[in-house]
């Protein structure tokens, strides 16, 4: 079951913002929205959660929607290490992840 | 602090074979998740297990098992191998399996080849 939407890929210039959208329209009440990245052979990374509200960690920035039916992931300034297949994932009460296919974000320096 | 650990790196097996998959949680991680990761697509659930226990499992056929430890190390096993096998297969370990909010940290996976 696909429960969240990415594009494909997207470019961005080095040291600019990166806005990443999801969108998650069967999401539930109870569903946190988590993103990941995946670099070239390596496991999946964790980079932000939440639920209702915005937010901001180290590395990025989560705003939810209000209806929650959909997320932007914003990466504030572009590096080239921030080169990798990002993902926008529901977690149910059941604890499983459902990742989708990603979107491959490329930094053009 | 060393993170989660998989072995092996690398495993060719032919059709019809039997393998295991071992991952070792970060230190104080009770639970653990397996994904299989297809090459191009994302991650697919397969079990989630905590405290021994069995607490999720995804759309994968019975030739799947696993089981966790008491020391919270994890195998997967993987009975009449196909083709369609071959795969990425991560491993993952959260403190908790519940609170909904916990991360998870993968390991650098296991590539499995069946030819």
């Known amino acids: 079951d696909a429960k969240t939407t990415q594009p494909n890929s997207m470019e961005s210039n080095e040291e600019e913002p990166v806005h990443l959208p999801c969108n998650h329209s069967t999401i539930s009440g109870t569903d946190y929205i988590h993103w990941y990245r995946q670099l070239p052979s390596q496991g999946p990374e964790y980079v932000i959660h939440g639920l209702t509200s915005n937010v901001n960690n180290r590395m990025a920035s989560l705003a939810i929607a209000e209806d929650r039916k959909s997320s932007t992931l914003i990466l504030h300034r572009a590096t080239l290490r921030d080169a990798a297949v990002y993902y926008c994932?529901?977690?149910?009460?059941?604890?499983?992840?459902?990742f989708g296919t990603g979107t491959s974000l490329t930094v053009i320096p | 602090d060393a993170g989660v650990t998989q072995s092996p790196t690398h495993l060719i097996k032919t059709r019809g074979q039997h393998v295991t998959l071992r991952c070792s949680p970060i230190?104080?991680?009770?639970?653990v998740s397996w994904y299989q990761q297809v090459l191009g697509q994302g991650p697919q659930f397969i079990f989630q297990y905590y405290e021994k226990e069995e607490r999720g499992r995804g759309n994968f056929p019975d030739r799947f098992s696993a089981r966790q430890f008491p020391n919270y190390s994890s195998e997967l096993n993987v009975n009449a191998l196909l083709l369609g096998d071959s795969a990425l297969y991560l491993c993952?370990?959260?403190?908790?399996?519940?609170?909904?909010?916990?991360?998870?940290?993968f390991g650098p996976g296991t590539r499995l080849t069946v030819t």
């Open positions: 994932i529901l977690r149910d009460p059941g604890n499983q992840f459902y």
């Open positions: 993952a370990s959260s403190r908790t399996s519940g609170g909904f909010s916990y991360e998870q940290y």
């Open positions: 230190s104080g991680h009770k639970s």
